[in-house]
């Protein structure tokens, strides 16, 4: 963007007198109005020349920013900062547990206290990348989920037998019991489906794997209640009759698990290295999605920027400056006027778009 000096049309001179030098006084409240008001005023500058000059409102610039896209900017920028910090964990790991390997000394304890640095920081994977990390290190703008699966509920156990009505709790007891009805002829699409719309309301969504397994999912958050509470009534052909029975639900396995990893002896050290590469490497394969996701929301964000007036924004800035070297009521109002809505945030979500 260029910034396109702007004639005197702030209602304020900017000779001297007006710029707080030679002894003069500040501009006051009414003048950085003004110049506020004057730089939001349109003009469409073509060849240097201006087609028109008329005013408009003025347009709060970064209060008027896109809410979403600045929540996408700031969730991938925590997952890009976990998994970095994670990524340099990972490998002085990797090149101390090597070099204990090759000298086969292993008692001074700076692997041990490796493996516990990474241990702890893995653990707080979900607060540190804001949700956005799952514990496949798959990015998400929306907050992170739990996959599991439950015993019995595969399309090959699903689509077989004659009616049957599922009742399902996933918040205990039978408050907020969903039913699922199931029968002879559905395809297995319409078989997920209905597991689907009926559980959505309930925070869980279903899909299904490879195996042919329903995977269930629900935000991190919920996931203990879930496990704890999630029940399954049937009518004796898929499920038990009668009253509500607990099952269990799997979680499905995070791909990392640092409190596998041992130390103790030549052969658990080696094992470790082997998992903890492979760790390093799905750790740097995360980190290269997550970094495209913030360049594409970066892009984004800059493309979706509102236009902004530049023109006139020196003269503006002038006055700021002029202002916040008077003291006094009326100088301390206009500033903080000004600045409402700007905070650090979005102020380091601009200076990233640079």
Same mark, same amino acid.
């Given at each position: 963007?260029?910034?396109? =000096? ?6 304020? /001179? ?5 710029? $707080?030098?030679?002894?003069?006084? /500040? +501009? ?26 008329? +005013? ?12 979403? *896209?600045? #929540? ?17 964990? *990972? ?6 547990? /090597?070099?204990? !390997? ?18 702890? @920081? ?8 804001? $949700? ?19 015993? $019995?509920?595969?399309?090959? @156990? ?7 009505? &599922? ?8 408050? $907020? ?55 399954? =009534? ?9 009253? %509500? ?8 396995? +995070?791909?990392?698990?640092?409190? #596998? ?25 995360? %980190? ?5 996701? !913030? ?14 007036? &530049? ?11 002029? %202002?916040?070297?008077? +003291?006094?009521?009326?100088? !301390? ?17 601009? %200076?990233?778009?640079?």
């Amino acid at each position: 963007m260029e910034i396109v =000096q702007r004639s005197t049309t702030t209602g304020y /001179a900017t000779g001297p007198s007006a710029t $707080g030098t030679s002894g003069s006084a /500040a +501009p006051s409240a009414s003048q950085v109005e003004a110049a506020l008001a004057d730089a939001g005023a349109s003009t469409e500058v073509q060849n240097g020349v201006a087609a028109d000059s008329k +005013p408009v409102p003025l347009r709060r610039g970064l209060t008027k920013w896109d809410q979403p *896209l600045q #929540n996408d900017i700031s969730g991938a920028q925590q997952a890009v900062d976990f998994l970095e910090q994670s990524a340099a964990q *990972l490998r002085a790991l990797k090149t101390d547990i /090597a070099a204990k !390997l090759a000298v086969r000394q292993m008692r001074d304890g700076q692997v041990e206290q490796r493996v516990r640095q990474f241990t702890d @920081n893995w653990k707080t994977r979900s607060a540190a990348s804001g $949700g956005t990390l799952d514990a496949q290190l798959n990015f998400s703008a929306a907050p992170s989920s739990q996959r599991f699966t439950v015993r $019995g509920m595969n399309l090959a @156990n699903l689509r077989n037998g004659a009616r049957e009505t &599922l009742a399902i709790s996933v918040s205990g007891g039978t408050a $907020g019991l969903r039913s699922v009805h199931l029968g002879p002829g559905l395809t297995d699409n319409e078989i997920v489906n209905r597991f689907d719309q009926a559980l959505a309301p309930a925070g869980v969504r279903v899909s299904v794997n490879k195996d042919g397994e329903l995977v269930f999912s629900t935000a991190e958050g919920n996931w203990p209640a879930v496990r704890e509470a999630l029940a399954v =009534q049937g009518g004796g052909i898929r499920f038990p009759a009668g009253q %509500l029975n607990h099952v269990r639900a799997e979680a499905e396995a +995070p791909a990392i698990v640092p409190e #596998n990893w041992g130390t103790s002896d030549i052969e658990s050290m080696r094992a470790t290295l082997q998992q903890v590469t492979q760790a390093l490497a799905h750790v740097e394969e995360a %980190l290269a999605k997550v970094r495209l996701e !913030l360049a594409n929301a970066s892009r984004r964000a800059e493309e979706s920027l509102p236009d902004m007036e &530049l023109v006139g924004m020196g003269q503006m800035a002038e006055v700021f400056a002029n %202002l916040s070297k008077e +003291p006094g009521y009326q100088q !301390l109002v206009s500033l903080t006027s000004a600045l409402v809505g700007i905070n650090r945030d979005r102020v380091i979500s601009l %200076l990233r778009l640079g």
